[in-house]
DNA sequence: TATTGTTATACTCTATAACTATA
DNA sequence: TATAGTTATAGAGTATAACAATA
């Protein structure tokens, strides 16, 4: 168990990544909104997703996913396909030129990264990669707290039922190791 | 040097960390806008700061700083001091309830984090800290690239004189190992 | 009746530029 | 003339609630 000093100290240098990512963001080699365009890489890491599927990955509600996603296919770097087992669901899935985007995005990210971790080892940058993919997955099964009904819970509750996504399509993108959701208010009414 | 597959995991893991402090922040025994509260953190860790301080700590723009303190006076967390060394500046300084306030938050904070951290050595959670410390650190150290002319620049170049802050008080809150500002445009002016 | 996703709307946060007052 | 801070304004990003379509 750590001291309130050392959590106090975590929890600064948890904020300054914020600033971080935003500079990251902000000098992207795109024009145009730049909220949407983590969708993307969750899109590569996880394979197609429906949109509240990517809603709980990123831990906004909905409704902000209805407009990235149009945003995306506006410009082509997304595309929805009807789920052939529910007609009410799409999926979300990855064009060429997106892939070919996030690989750009991927390719500018190091490019600064390679400087900043110049000097690091390959432990290091793993140790810490290591280290916040632990604190989210703790992060994420933290309990409710009473007074607080807007809370994660643990567990897996987002597979309501067996079978594949859609079809006999790819499993499901939620095997263990991958981040699990921050379930916003919206999501979780459809969960108690 | 890290591989791109490693670079790509650490970024993704970074962007984790914005849902995990967005939902730290909702979940704030406070109420009103929470944008302000981090410069709580700031002034406890650095002391009294100007407004210009506060926002190039922030990475955020002055006329941002402007309304966030403006919010937090009415609060009653802050006040703003005149510098008497310079009549144009201010210094924005905890009260005794912005004290108390601050305690709360790491409180929570630490109520949260005590779950999540429960199964951590005191090893590890500094060795989190002290990896994104020094990311930080890199960071903020990384050359301006040709094209992008709103970068960072290394070295001190804030405090432009001797002496310290106003009359005799503290020392300039900006001894090492205390995080480096991320300018933003309208900082970058005064620099350039 | 419940759930998926959309739309209308309003709120929070932020940056830009024009402004003031001091230096 | 330059700098510290403010204000007016606009834009990005988000959540809430009401809604349509499907289960």
Not at 63 to 72: M, P, W
Not at 134 to 148: K, N, T
Request: hydrophobic share 35%.
């Amino acid at each position: 168990m750590a001291s309130e000093a050392d959590c106090e100290e975590l929890l600064a240098r948890l904020g300054e990544v914020v600033p971080m990512l935003k500079a990251l963001k902000r000098d992207l080699p795109f024009t145009g909104p730049r909220a949407g365009l983590g969708l993307l890489a969750v899109l590569r890491r996880q394979g197609d997703l429906r949109m509240g599927e990517l809603a709980e990955c990123s831990g906004v509600d909905q409704s902000v996913i209805t407009r990235h996603v149009a945003d995306l296919q506006e410009r082509g770097w997304a595309e929805r396909v009807p789920n052939p087992r529910d007609g009410r669901s799409w999926y979300v899935r990855l064009t060429a030129d997106g892939e070919r985007v996030i690989d750009e995005m991927a390719a500018h990210a190091r490019r600064v990264l390679a400087v900043t971790l110049d000097d690091w080892t390959d432990q290091d940058v793993t140790e810490l990669s290591r280290l916040l993919a632990r604190l989210r997955a703790g992060f994420d099964a933290r309990p409710v707290r009473p007074g607080h009904p807007h809370h994660d819970r643990p567990g897996h509750p987002r597979r309501d039922g067996p079978g594949h996504p859609y079809l006999d399509g790819p499993a499901p993108p939620d095997e263990d190791g991958s981040p699990r959701p921050l379930r916003t208010s919206q999501t979780l009414k459809g969960i108690r």
